[in-house]
């Protein structure tokens, strides 16, 4: 990789993501603004940034009002990233602070950036001492430190400004690489190259004329008129003007056939002495093209790119492409090397090294055929591996040759094979990350692309049959999960059979059981493959790979795997990591990992052969208790003060969490994970037993629904767990599903519906002697009948919810009641219990420091002083409480402050203002898929609207809020008629 091309020390990498490495090992930089911040410091080189100027370069115009505050985290955050040992207290190093404001030191050549204009500089200086092709060459390992679009995954208008004004930097010493080219005559390898670069970039005259030279020089003088009349026509439709003088004179040259621009002789670089190098074969050893090479085209102009680097500072490039076995690695080794081939005119050498037999080729024996393939007689060829590789280096030395080595088993293996010659390039293929074979570049193959996976299968089963049944083609590339070996499988056994429809494939791979015996066809198969991979597991990690097949989410922590293997932490990724180098497990994000969907169904074929049943049953019951542990932390801290935690049957251990922000985000990030173990048990269980971890860990899990990411995931998981808990006659788990499903019910406005789940909850309750809800059920009754404007028969809950709640000492949960309550008064006319009881309500909350109690209080006590005209008190409230929830991600509770501030403002006819929040609150609302408050917000941002003056759009909003209240059998559609009706009237 170009960020760690360096030995040793601290490495940082701008010219594509931002990244950096401490010995090789890259670290974690956390959330995109942490990185747009270094990216920030790296560029300035030093020079101190003060606060205000991060702040304006990473937010803009939207900073946060805490911005300073989140600056000074995320600062404090890389100096402990760059610094780990550094002793507490003790000054930084690295990232220091200058005045008020920081710089990063950096080591010498730790950027990429400086390595990049460093090898420009002595580009510049090798061409004007009169050595182009030396110019040339180091002007290409410099492009090669470009990973990709520059700054990638960094945010704010100073990355934005600093990754176009790099990309501008690359594509100008790109346009002179190619005058460069052109002068030492290299016209017909640059051919190619400039019909990218143009087709990227049309109205760059420079690089239009390069062609057009590049074009009358390989004799093709037609081509060469044709880039003109194309640019001139694309600068005229895009533009509106006509060719600059330069493009317009060299179009006058070639129509006049100047003999000044034929290409000038170059003699550069000639060996002082006079003697000709001595010849030896032109070995041309690789295996033939494939004809039906298939996309990756990014990835292999990335490889052309490297290999190109030739002569370079930093050595001999190598290219180390790992990935799953059938990801493609060969086919895409052979085909970047065939189109690689005119810029190693001494030839190729290739070697399949098996290094996932058990006929493994040692390194002296590979040596042996490429010597042999050099000329050297077999009886001259020395006997040990040192004698031969020197020889072999000694014969590549001044030559220009590509190195294929196929199957590698590690850099033992390699290393010895490797030219030690710059202008020499190696492509190394394994299935295991050579992290540790000097100077490669490490190339992590994925899967196709959806599109890239659909040509393959249409080149290879025929394209009229493939674009006949799209949709069903389609669903075959998905069921391969895009594995090029599986997709040329499934395509050649429908090539095969003429009478086989697209369609009939899906069927067959639908089932997983069948799924992998279905992807063989001759001596094609991929269990086959995958076996050679998993063959080569020690005990333990075959193990690992078999258990962590298990779980159905789409990923596992590491935490969550060290539970399913009954390990440490520390074992645990130890074990995943090796996992990972072996390409049999991905490691999407630090800390998480996943399986490719075929190697979870070969990982589960081989779990069902070699551990019984039971031993599933247990892994999976140590996964539920992990995340039911960790689910009640984090409960516990969003919700403090709540007794739903200290009720919860746990058993096992989990995570811990410092802030209610950090346990309300592992919810987040895990949600899909917790649902999948939650379906898994529920479709599992035959007991009680077995089926309450997953009732729990719904409850537990209550503070996600907050968030408004898993809605229906909370749908789908409470209907499972209550199915089965219906089945099997499990009240308790019963109970906790029918009160989480009340609570979604109630987030979708079906009010009826919650109000139907809440009463049997409260009646399982009751017949149980169940307490892990009972107050909660009693405070929802009360504002789910408030909802539906029954106050009365509210109020009459709410004082149930608190003699239950006084009952068992818990004043988070009176504190809870006479929050909620105080809109019950409200709608009763009621106006000073109202305020009192919200006041009394926030002191609770305070008192006893629950954050979370804190924000909602403030929410109803703003709309109270709202609704009482104290309008300025209530959007103090309702602005603190927005800070809170935006911070810990609640965006349920951040729209519905939005629009309660939109309503204040509109009382307090600051309408402009109004409409900002009240646009918030939509955008919110349509993001997580909130009808009802789509609608809230619809109807405050129609009467904001109408205060501007904007009656049409006025109209318009509400009518869209109508449609949404009347479908959800709102009271508020009611209303909105009533106002719709009088709009019309004003109108007329």
């Not at 072999?392 to 040759?401: D, F, K, M, P, W």
């Not at 590509?402 to 293929?429: F, H, M, W």
């Not at 739903?644 to 096992?652: F, H, T």
Request: hydrophobic share 45%; net charge negative.
């Amino acid at each position: 990789m170009a960020g760690q091309s360096l030995e040793g020390g601290l490495r940082f990498a701008v010219l594509g993501p931002v990244r950096a490495w401490r010995d090789g090992q890259e670290l974690d930089l956390g959330t995109p603004l942490q990185r747009s911040i270094l990216g920030m410091l790296l560029l300035r080189e030093g020079r101190a940034v003060t606060p205000a100027e991060m702040i304006d370069a990473v937010w803009g115009e939207d900073a946060p009002p805490r911005a300073l505050g989140a600056l000074r985290t995320y600062v404090s955050r890389l100096r402990t990233v760059l610094e780990p040992d550094r002793p507490a207290r003790s000054r930084p190093e690295l990232l220091t602070s200058v005045g008020r404001g920081y710089a990063l030191r950096l080591p010498d050549g730790a950027l990429d950036l400086t390595r990049f204009e460093r090898g420009i500089q002595e580009a510049e200086a090798a061409r004007k001492a009169g050595r182009p092709a030396e110019a040339a060459r180091r002007m290409r390992a410099a492009l090669a430190l470009f990973e990709g679009e520059p700054l990638a995954g960094a945010v704010g208008p100073y990355a934005e400004h600093q990754r176009d004004r790099l990309a501008e930097r690359r594509l100008s010493v790109l346009e002179t690489l190619m005058d460069v080219d052109l002068e030492l005559g290299e016209h017909a390898a640059v051919v190619s190259e400039l019909i990218a670069l143009t087709a990227d970039h049309p109205l760059r005259e420079r690089l239009r004329a390069q062609l057009m030279l590049a074009y009358y020089r390989c004799g093709r003088q037609g081509d060469a008129l044709a880039v003109f009349t194309e640019t001139r026509e694309a600068l005229i439709e895009e533009l509106g003007i006509e060719p600059g003088p330069e493009l317009a004179a060299l179009h006058q040259r070639i129509l006049a056939a100047d003999p000044t621009l034929a290409a000038a002789e170059v003699v550069e670089d000639q060996p002082d002495e006079d003697e000709p190098l001595p010849e030896f074969p032109r070995p041309a050893q690789l295996p033939a093209a494939v004809n039906d090479f298939t996309g990756r085209k990014e990835i292999a102009g990335r490889l052309r790119t490297l290999l190109s680097a030739q002569a370079s500072a930093e050595g001999l490039p190598v290219a180390a492409i790992c990935g799953i076995g059938g990801v493609g690695k060969t086919a895409l080794a052979v085909h970047v090397a065939h189109s690689t081939g005119d810029l190693f005119p001494d030839g190729q050498l290739y070697a399949d090294l098996r290094g996932y037999t058990d006929e493994a080729i040692s390194p002296a024996s590979a040596l042996g055929a490429f010597l042999r393939a050099l000329g050297i007689p077999p009886d001259i060829i020395p006997e040990g591996l040192s004698e031969r590789s020197a020889l072999y280096r000694s014969l590549l030395a001044e030559r220009r040759v590509l190195v294929l080595l196929d199957n590698a088993r590690d850099a033992e293996q390699v290393s010895p094979l490797l030219p030690g010659s710059p202008g020499c390039a190696a492509i190394v293929t394994s299935r295991v990350k050579l992290a540790d074979l000097p100077s490669a570049r490490l190339i992590d193959l994925d899967v196709m692309e959806p599109d890239e996976a659909l040509s393959l299968f249409s080149a290879v089963a025929g394209p009229e049959r493939v674009a006949a049944e799209h949709g069903a083609a389609m669903d075959v590339v998905a069921a391969c999960g895009f594995l090029p070996l599986a997709v040329r499988i499934v395509a050649a056994r429908l090539a095969a059979r003429p009478s086989w429809t697209v369609a009939s494939l899906v069927p067959r791979l639908a089932d997983e059981q069948r799924r992998l015996d279905e992807l063989r066809v001759g001596n094609l198969a991929v269990e086959a493959t995958f076996a050679l991979g998993y063959g080569q597991l020690e005990a333990a990690q075959a193990r690992a790979f078999r258990l962590l097949s298990l779980p159905n989410g789409p990923d596992v922590s590491a935490g969550a795997a060290a539970a399913v293997l009954s390990m440490t932490m520390f074992e645990t990724e130890d074990l995943l990591e090796s996992l990972v180098d072996a390409s049999l497990l991905e490691a999407p994000a630090p800390g998480r990992y996943r399986f490719h969907g075929l190697l979870r169904l070969f990982a589960r074929r081989e779990l069902e052969k070699s551990e019984p049943p039971q031993a599933h049953v247990m892994a999976l019951r140590r996964l539920l208790g992990f995340y039911l542990a960790s689910a009640q932390s984090a409960h516990r801290l969003a919700y403090e003060g709540s007794m739903i935690s200290d009720n919860l049957v746990v058993v096992g251990s989990g995570l811990t969490f410092g802030t209610a922000d950090e346990a309300v985000a592992w919810l987040i990030a895990e949600g899909d994970s917790l649902f999948a173990a939650i379906n898994q048990a529920a479709d599992a269980s035959s007991t009680a037993e077995q089926l309450l971890p997953a009732g729990d860990l719904l409850v537990a899990m209550e503070p996600l629904l907050e968030s408004g990411t898993h809605t229906r995931e909370f749908d789908h998981g409470t209907r499972a767990v209550l199915a089965t808990a219906t089945r099997i006659g499990d009240p308790a788990s019963e109970l906790r599903a029918r009160y989480v499903l009340g609570r979604v019910l109630f987030a979708g406005n079906r009010l009826t519906q919650a109000e139907e789940q809440f009463r049997r909850v409260h009646e399982l309750s009751v017949a149980g002697g169940e307490k892990v809800v009972t107050g909660e059920v009693l405070n929802a009754l009360a504002v789910v009948v408030g909802r539906q404007r029954r106050h009365t028969e509210a109020l009459s809950w709410f004082d149930a919810a608190m003699g239950f709640y006084r009952e068992n000492g818990v004043p988070a949960g009176e504190a809870l009641v006479l929050s909620y309550s105080a809109r019950d008064h409200l709608g009763l006319g009621h106006a000073d219990d109202a305020i009192a009881a919200a006041e009394k309500g926030l002191a609770i909350f305070t008192e006893i420091g629950s954050g979370a109690g804190t924000a909602r209080a403030r929410y109803h006590l703003g709309i109270v002083l709202s609704r009482v005209g104290r309008l300025t008190e209530a959007v103090h409230h309702h602005a603190e409480c927005l800070a809170f929830f935006r911070a810990s991600k609640q965006r349920v509770w951040e729209q519905r402050v939005c629009s309660r501030l939109a309503e204040t403002f509109i009382a307090a006819q600051r309408y402009p203002d109004a409409v900002r929040h009240a646009e918030q609150a939509l955008i919110v609302s349509r993001e997580i898929g909130h009808p009802y408050g789509e609608a809230l917000s619809l109807t405050v941002l129609g009467n904001a609207l109408r205060g501007l003056g904007s009656a049409s759009r006025s109209t318009d909003c509400l009518r869209q809020a109508l449609d949404i209240f009347t479908r959800l059998g709102a009271p508020e559609a009611a209303d909105l008629r009533v106002l719709l009706d009088s709009a019309q009237v004003v109108e007329s």
